[in-house]
């Protein structure tokens, strides 16, 4: 089943053009591509996560990580995030395929997972070359707080790849040394909390919105210090 695209050819072509010079990413030394997807997997604690880039005839996902391990390649007919990557601006949230399918894939194309959320990984320029996702086999809510964040991630997921691009590869390892510095503590208190609320009688109760406030406060803390570190990379770059 294939989905009508929602953008004239000329628009299209853009888009791809804009989308070479990443693909390139995919084969190198440093996969930024599953850093990426690692962090989104710890920060929404879920099973999977991956860094998708849609491309002419099939989608590419140079970031994928969780369990059960997920096709790193997939005809764009197939995939839901070649319909999640049209929509600038706004992320795509299916709490549940299963009782409520993407009505752009088949049946069969779903059938592997239940929740799917979804940012678009955006240029400079605005083009969308790809998203951002998280996925579970089981239903799932995502708050509006979860859409921000994600969305936020997304932003950083499309700095990351520009900073690649332009960075010498001994560069790499060094930057995720000192994002992985800033954020493994807010990661420990991010479970933490989550654990805690889990133990909580109601998701509404004053206490579970309490350690939701905190969780949500944390992975902004996250954000905010991996966009500081990003920074702080292009500053040393040689001008």
């Known amino acids: 089943m294939a989905a009508i695209l929602p953008i004239s050819a000329e628009q299209e072509a853009e888009r791809l053009q804009a989308l070479q ?14 850093q990426i997807a690692e ?23 140079p970031g994928n990580v ?17 319909v999640a990557v049209y ?5 795509t949230v299916f709490p549940n395929l299963q009782a409520n399918p993407c009505r752009w894939l088949s049946t069969e194309a779903q059938k592997d997972f239940a929740f799917y959320a979804s940012h678009p990984i955006q240029t400079a320029t605005g083009q969308p070359i790809g998203s951002l996702c998280v996925l579970d086999k089981k239903p799932r809510e995502f708050t509006a707080n979860e859409q921000l964040v994600l969305a936020r991630l997304a932003g950083i997921a499309m700095q990351l790849l520009d ?44 206490t579970a919105l309490a350690y939701q ?20 990379a292009f500053a040393r770059l040689p001008a």
């Not at 969780?66 to 007919?77: D, I, M, W």
């Not at 969780?215 to 966009?227: K, N």
């Open 21 to 34: 010079p990443y693909k390139t990413l995919e084969h190198a030394q440093h996969n930024v591509f599953e």
């Open 66 to 82: 969780g369990n059960p391990p997920l096709a790193s390649r997939l005809a764009r007919e197939d995939s839901i995030c070649a």
């Open 163 to 206: 900073l690649e691009l332009v960075a010498a590869p001994e560069q790499a390892p060094a930057l995720w040394a000192a994002i992985n510095g800033r954020i493994n503590l807010s990661l420990q208190r991010i479970a933490t909390l989550t654990a805690l609320a889990r133990w909580e009688i109601s998701s509404e109760t004053a």
């Open 213 to 232: 406030a905190s969780i949500h406060e944390e992975r902004m803390l996250i954000v905010q210090d991996i966009a500081y570190e990003i920074s702080a």
């Open 87 to 91: 929509s600038p601006g706004i992320t």
């Open 39 to 61: 962090l989104t997997a710890k920060l929404f604690a879920t099973p999977m996560a991956q860094v998708s880039l849609v491309d002419a005839e099939e989608v590419i996902y």
